[in-house]
Each structure stands twice: as C-alpha cells, then as structure tokens.
C-alpha cells in the first residue's frame, strides 16, 4: 500500500473537507513520531491518513471503523494498519499494543483541538502558535467541546509522553503541512 493508494481511499470515502484535514493532520502527526521513533514512517502515515476514512459512511460509534475495516482488507491495507484503525476506537475492544497503535490513540483527538485553537487566533495559524495557548484553552470545556480531553491526555498517558510535550511535538508536525490544513492563516 502506498500513499498515493491509501489518499485514494480517502477521496473516494470523504468528500467533507474538514475531515480530510483532520486525516492529514494525524498523518503528519504520525510521521513526526515514526521518524522520532526510527519506525517505517510510511506505514504510520497511512495509518493516519486512513484512520477515519469511513466517518461518512459510518458516521457512528456502532460502525465505526469496524464497518470500514473489511473495506480496508478489500483494498490490500495491510492487517497491522487494519489493525491500528480498529484500535484506536474505544469501543471495537481491540487493545493498542503496538507503539504505531498508541501513537494513532494519542494523535487523533488532540489534532482537532490544536487546529480549534489555530482559529480563534488573531493569525489564525499553526506558525506562530504554542503549547501554551492549546493549554489556556484546555480549561474551557465548552471551546472545541468535541475534543476529548479525557481521550488526549489518556492518550498521551498510554503513548507515554508528557501531555505538554506531546501537544509541541503535534504543533510541530502540523506546521509542516500548514498550507494544506489552511491554517498558515495571515502570517503567509
């Protein structure tokens, strides 16, 4: 499975704009700590590119990604990626063991509240944006109230970093697609 193949999918599942960038967020996200980690960076990028491609079709924790996850195996996406899409839902009862299984947990819900916070900005970017103000806005339950910060911090826990350095180094990663995500905002 290439990248090419995996954007594809996407694509072909996800006409919702927002969810695309959320897919290529985690991506990037995931190919930060691939690299970190000496891990094969394209099987963690696909992983996260491909993580919710079913989020349309399957728009439900009942379904979702389990339903997509035959989809996948139709496609040639390898088992370990499968695998890390089932896993990074809760509810399948599929349990994260490996690394790439952990990083995709501790990825997914954190990229939306840091793009939430590259909004309300004054820049409304990801370039000039830091830890500390993702920080500020944890506190406030009712700004990005989709992202779960139960789930984030349990995912950094899980992932075993530091909440902090974790929200720096998904900052840093996002950063390098910020024209993508189209959130370079007015500092271009």
């Not at 009942?62 to 989809?71: D, F, L, N």
């Not at 089932?86 to 349990?95: I, N």
Request: glycine residues 6%; aromatic residues 6%; proline residues 4%.
């Amino acid at each position: 499975m290439t990248r090419d193949e995996a954007l594809a999918i996407v694509h072909e599942y996800v006409k919702n704009e927002n969810l695309v960038h959320h897919m290529l967020a985690v991506e990037a996200a995931m190919q930060f700590y691939a690299e970190y980690f000496g891990a094969d960076v394209e099987t963690w990028r696909i992983t996260g590119l491909l993580h919710d491609f079913d989020w349309e079709i399957h728009p439900d924790m009942e379904t979702h990604p389990q339903a997509g996850a035959p989809i996948l195996r139709q496609r040639g996406v390898p088992e370990e990626i499968v695998r890390a899409v089932l896993s990074h839902a809760e509810h399948t009862g599929v349990r994260r063991e490996t690394l790439m299984e952990k990083a995709l947990y501790a990825c997914d819900e954190v990229t939306g509240l840091i793009t939430a916070v590259a909004l309300v900005r004054p820049s409304r970017s990801l370039l000039d944006l830091e830890p500390s103000s993702v920080k500020k806005k944890w506190k406030d339950r009712a700004f990005a109230a989709g992202a779960n910060r139960d789930e984030i911090a349990a995912g950094a826990a899980e992932f075993d970093i530091e909440l902090w350095e974790h929200v720096g180094n998904v900052i840093q990663a996002m950063r390098r697609i910020a024209p993508e995500l189209g959130l370079v905002g007015n500092l271009a």
